[in-house]
């Protein structure tokens, strides 16, 4: 079975559950943006050319652009997808929508395991620390998987280590208090030093998730770099192994901006995971291929949508579906 004919039936398994799965129908909806401004193009690419030229190429060489895969991206798919239209002999277009589908998968599976679920700590506490500019939504990021971890039973502590943005502590004891979790933070404070404190706190309160919030400075990537790497040791030294996570946060609806802020924050520290929120605000959904091919940072979490359930755990197989499902 080809690898299209496995996307066909993963969309038809999914088309056919009588009560579809709540985060198929969250990426259902969520995506609906990117896929009506994105196959409605290759639809009607099909439609004006009937057979593949140089004009149809260029034509879809711009819609995949202007799909927020990114240009060296879309640049080495382009080659790719030629070679296969030589090789193969293709002159239909609709045939050729299955293999654009085909390889934008390749392009995110890449014959890798792809690890988009947590990391999570045998013993004591799971560290996830949170980075991410400002503006990116990491608070209310972080407050959803606070809510996430309480609904599914754990004992949860949020710690503010962006301690000099004002009102950025406030902020996060709000979000602490409404979703039942345990806080520490203080102002005006090396960041290290409170997150030291609220990790003996998380200790001695048996918490099992412990979330913690990082200044989004970016415009003086040396001195962000030194006090990552201050706030790794001093986390290491309290939970040997820890952080088990380091996720960026980073806002769909920025594109092409979002993954220089990937490549700028893999450069300062060691990223494990993006979060990829507003989603859903966006036309523009192919980014997540952009992510995975241009800084080979698994997708971990997706927000589609602004209530504190919609910030759901990626899934590609979900992915394809929500954007490719009005083509199949």
């Given at each position: 079975?080809?690898?299209?004919?496995?996307?066909?039936?993963?969309?038809?398994?999914k088309?056919?559950?009588?009560?579809?799965?709540?985060?198929?129908?969250?990426?259902?909806?969520?995506?609906?943006?990117?896929?009506n401004?994105?196959?409605?193009?290759?639809?009607?690419?099909?439609?004006?050319y009937?057979?593949?030229?140089?004009e149809?190429?260029?034509?879809?060489?711009?819609?995949l652009i202007?799909?927020?895969?990114?240009?060296?991206?879309?640049?080495?798919?382009?080659?790719?997808?030629?070679?296969?239209?030589?090789?193969?002999?293709?002159?239909?277009?609709?045939?050729?929508?299955?293999?654009i589908?085909?390889?934008?998968?390749?392009?995110y599976?890449?014959?890798?395991?792809?690890?988009?679920?947590?990391?999570?700590?045998?013993?004591?506490?799971?560290?996830?620390?949170?980075?991410?500019?400002?503006?990116?939504g990491?608070?209310?990021?972080?407050?959803k998987?606070?809510?996430?971890?309480?609904?599914?039973?754990?004992n949860?502590?949020?710690?503010?280590g962006?301690?000099?943005?004002?009102?950025?502590?406030?902020?996060?004891?709000?979000?602490?208090?409404?979703t039942?979790?345990?806080?520490y933070?203080?102002?005006?404070?090396?960041?290290a030093g409170?997150?030291?404190?609220?990790?003996?706190?998380?200790?001695?309160?048996d918490?099992?998730?412990v979330?913690?919030?990082?200044?989004?400075?970016?415009h003086?990537?040396?001195?962000?770099?030194?006090?990552?790497?201050?706030?790794?040791?001093?986390?290491g030294?309290?939970?040997?192994?820890?952080?088990?996570?380091?996720?960026?946060?980073i806002?769909?609806?920025?594109?092409?901006?979002?993954?220089?802020q990937?490549?700028a924050?893999?450069?300062?520290t060691?990223i494990?995971g993006?979060?990829?929120?507003?989603?859903?605000g966006t036309a523009?959904?192919?980014?997540?291929l952009?992510?995975?091919?241009?800084v080979?940072?698994?997708?971990?979490?997706?927000?589609?949508?602004?209530?504190?359930?919609?910030?759901?755990?990626?899934?590609?197989?979900n992915?394809?579906?929500?954007?490719?499902k009005?083509?199949?």
């Amino acid at each position: 079975m080809g690898l299209f004919d496995k996307l066909k039936k993963i969309i038809n398994k999914k088309e056919n559950i009588e009560v579809k799965d709540e985060n198929v129908k969250k990426y259902d909806e969520g995506l609906e943006k990117s896929r009506n401004e994105f196959v409605s193009k290759l639809s009607m690419l099909g439609i004006k050319y009937t057979k593949i030229n140089d004009e149809y190429f260029d034509e879809l060489e711009n819609i995949l652009i202007m799909a927020d895969i990114g240009v060296n991206t879309v640049m080495d798919f382009m080659d790719r997808l030629r070679k296969r239209v030589k090789s193969e002999n293709i002159t239909d277009t609709k045939y050729l929508n299955e293999v654009i589908v085909d390889e934008l998968f390749i392009i995110y599976v890449n014959n890798e395991s792809i690890t988009d679920k947590i990391n999570m700590a045998e013993d004591g506490p799971t560290v996830i620390l949170m980075v991410g500019v400002n503006g990116v939504g990491k608070t209310t990021t972080i407050a959803k998987l606070a809510h996430k971890y309480k609904n599914e039973g754990k004992n949860v502590m949020l710690i503010a280590g962006d301690t000099f943005r004002a009102g950025a502590v406030e902020q996060l004891k709000i979000w602490a208090d409404r979703t039942n979790s345990l806080f520490y933070g203080k102002e005006n404070t090396d960041p290290a030093g409170v997150i030291y404190d609220g990790l003996l706190k998380a200790k001695e309160a048996d918490a099992d998730i412990v979330l913690i919030d990082t200044a989004g400075r970016l415009h003086n990537k040396v001195n962000l770099m030194k006090e990552l790497e201050k706030i790794n040791k001093v986390i290491g030294r309290i939970i040997p192994g820890a952080p088990h996570e380091t996720l960026l946060v980073i806002d769909a609806t920025t594109g092409q901006n979002g993954i220089m802020q990937a490549k700028a924050f893999k450069e300062i520290t060691d990223i494990t995971g993006i979060v990829l929120t507003k989603l859903d605000g966006t036309a523009k959904g192919g980014i997540v291929l952009a992510i995975k091919e241009e800084v080979n940072i698994p997708v971990k979490f997706v927000g589609l949508g602004e209530k504190m359930t919609d910030l759901i755990p990626f899934d590609i197989e979900n992915y394809i579906y929500g954007l490719f499902k009005d083509l199949m």
